[in-house]
């Protein structure tokens, strides 16, 4: 897909300048946007049946990580700053695995690719989700609104957590559905649980750090504070949803709740030799000290979801209900 000829046809129909766009041309990872420039307008136009219908995606010209979600006269735009593509490439894709953390182990999980590649592939698609999601809970909304995916400016409110929480579990069920896919296309031969189990330990992991290294993530607890919720809740959240999927999907009985918990633990370990600092260490003390709040939080937005037919998650789960019948 030409990434020139599309955005320009953006420019005209939506607010969106020729300045605010990256243009990434003879830059070092030109195929690497092109990649994710084509990957993306399909998953798109993939899920145009939500309302999302004309779309656009392209790459914001500025190097702070973050991107974000916009809806101009029914016209549905995902920007990805060129930074977050970036620092993602080079975190995960480039440099991964010459950090310290022990890959051998998760290499063993991904047949044809690399354990980084994977994690690489996976904080892509999560971020991707996430601003989707945003465009779904808008598809019938008739404002123009663009909501950032790091947002330190605007105030809290209980929609936004709401909406947040959403996007979360959108995305969530997504990288579920995108792992069992994996699986099942990769693993012809050897389809074990134990095969499976790594696979979902190296998503896990994945979610916990790219959660973790969001700015705001050494912040002091809060809950109903600030435009997004804190990053332990989201993680809490996402991981929830994401391992509540697979076992919807594999049954109780394969994926055990035993097995879940070893998941979570295995995922937090990794993470913890990621980290040079305690920040994993702090992280889980945060968590039990603070896990009755932090239920209690997220069964107050469960309450809120079930009622919501603008979400993200209700919208899906009705498309599935549909497909099923
Ligand atoms: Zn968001």
């Not at 420019?11 to 420039?37: G, H, R, V």
């Not at 916009?70 to 894709?93: A, C, P, R």
């Not at 010459?98 to 354990?115: F, M, R, S």
């Amino acid at each position: 897909m030409d990434y020139i000829e599309k955005t320009k046809i953006m420019i005209e129909l939506t607010s969106i300048n020729s300045s605010d766009i990256y243009y990434f041309d003879s830059t070092p990872y030109e195929s690497e946007f092109q990649k994710i420039f084509d990957f993306y307008c399909e998953t798109l136009e993939i899920h145009s049946d939500y309302g999302i219908n004309p779309s656009h995606l392209f790459f914001i010209n500025n190097i702070s990580r973050n991107a974000r979600a916009t809806k101009y006269n029914d016209q549905f735009i995902i920007g990805l700053n060129s930074g977050t593509i970036i620092y993602l490439i080079e975190t995960f894709k480039n440099q991964f695995s010459k950090n310290k953390i022990n890959l051998i182990q998760l290499n063993q999980v991904i047949i044809g690719t690399e354990a980084n590649n994977l994690l690489y592939q996976l904080s892509l698609h999560f971020t991707l989700y996430h601003e989707l999601a945003h465009l779904i809970q808008r598809s019938n909304s008739i404002h123009n609104e663009t909501i950032l995916l790091n947002d330190s400016v605007t105030n809290f409110s209980e929609r936004k957590h709401l909406e947040e929480l959403d996007a979360d579990c959108f995305s969530s069920l997504c990288l579920a559905t995108h792992v069992i896919q994996l699986f099942e296309t990769n693993y012809k031969e050897n389809k074990s649980i134990l095969e499976f189990k790594k696979l979902i330990i190296a998503s896990t992991a994945t979610c916990i750090y790219y959660i973790l290294s969001f700015s705001g993530a050494d912040k002091e607890i809060y809950f109903h504070e600030n435009s997004h919720p804190h990053p332990i809740i989201r993680i809490s959240n996402i991981i929830g949803h994401f391992l509540e999927y697979i076992q919807q999907n594999y049954g109780k009985h394969i994926f055990t709740d035993i097995l879940r918990k070893e998941v979570v633990e295995k995922a937090f370990e990794l993470n913890s030799q990621i980290f040079d600092d305690n920040k994993i260490d702090k992280f889980k003390d945060t968590l039990s000290k603070n896990y009755i709040d932090i239920k209690k939080y997220l069964e107050f937005y469960k309450k809120l979801e079930e009622n919501d037919k603008s979400l993200a998650v209700y919208k899906w789960n009705e498309k599935a209900k549909l497909n099923k019948n």
